[in-house]
């Protein structure tokens, strides 16, 4: 194993930055569920924006789990190496 002059990421880095964007993302159902119960009218419309808002996580996190799973997380890609920037037709 020679040294590699170029910059190589593991997947996991990837994985944890999508985490933290799913953990606002939970911040903000909890925050906007809170207010909704706490201030707002939980009328008929309440119930169905808070069902599609709940939905949709539950949606992102089937999709986040389907699509991921089968991934090697401690494999690396590179940046930057010797074909960075080269379209290949053949």
Request: aromatic content about 36%.
């Amino acid at each position: 194993m020679g040294y590699n002059k170029y910059m190589d990421i593991p997947y996991y880095f990837l994985g944890l930055l999508y985490l933290v964007v799913l953990g606002f993302y939970l911040f903000i159902l909890f925050f906007n569920l809170y207010h909704l119960f706490k201030f707002g009218f939980f009328d008929f419309t309440g119930k169905i924006n808070a069902f599609i808002f709940c939905g949709a996580w539950t949606i992102i996190i089937f999709f986040t789990w389907y699509f991921l799973s089968e991934i090697q997380w401690f494999d690396t890609f590179n940046l930057w190496d010797e074909t960075f920037g080269q379209i290949s037709f053949f």
